[in-house]
């Protein structure tokens, strides 16, 4: 279960208490915001690409962000194309509802959008539909093993 390999990663790091088991649903950034209790931009959503069909990259920002197609295609060099929702779970690791920078497949790449910056506290996925962790964004690039920050976001 996605969930419970999120929450192993976090007690490898000492910071079990930072997984939040919700008793809502975090499926959806609006979702996840108002279980939260927070402003849907603080929720760090995570999407999956493809770059050329065997090469796998999550993306994450700030929720009230999109991306910006123009931007994307210049920094990796061709259009955005996410993974289908019934491939997502195979080519990341967890399932759409969950997706999260952590516990990953090993080939996938992790970029962080600068839009995260804004904040001092946000909160991605843990794995599953009804779970949060509590992360800064300095936080977020050590534990996601994030590649780079980027700048792909618009709003």
């Known amino acids: 279960m ?13 910071l079990e208490n930072r997984v939040k ?8 950034v609006e979702q996840a915001a108002q279980t939260l209790g927070c402003l849907p931009e ?33 920094f990796f060099g061709k259009r955005a194309k996410m993974i289908p929702k019934d491939s997502v779970e195979q080519a990341i690791g967890h399932s759409p509802g969950g ?17 995260l910056r804004n904040f001092d506290w946000i909160y991605p ?9 509590e992360l800064t964004p300095d936080e977020l690039e050590k534990y996601s093993s994030a590649k780079n920050w980027i700048d792909v976001a618009k709003g």
């Open 21 to 28: 088991i919700l008793t809502g649903s975090s499926a959806t």
């Open 2 to 14: 996605s969930l419970e390999r999120v929450k192993q990663y976090f007690s490898t790091l000492g």
């Open 125 to 133: 996925a843990a794995g599953d539909s009804q779970s949060a962790v």
């Open 42 to 74: 603080k929720i760090a959503k995570t999407m999956s690409f493809t770059l050329n069909g065997s090469q796998n990259i999550l993306i994450v920002m700030a929720g009230d962000a999109r991306v910006d197609n123009k931007k994307y295609k210049s």
């Open 99 to 115: 997706v999260c920078p952590f516990a990953i497949k090993p080939n996938v790449d992790v970029y962080l959008d600068e839009s």
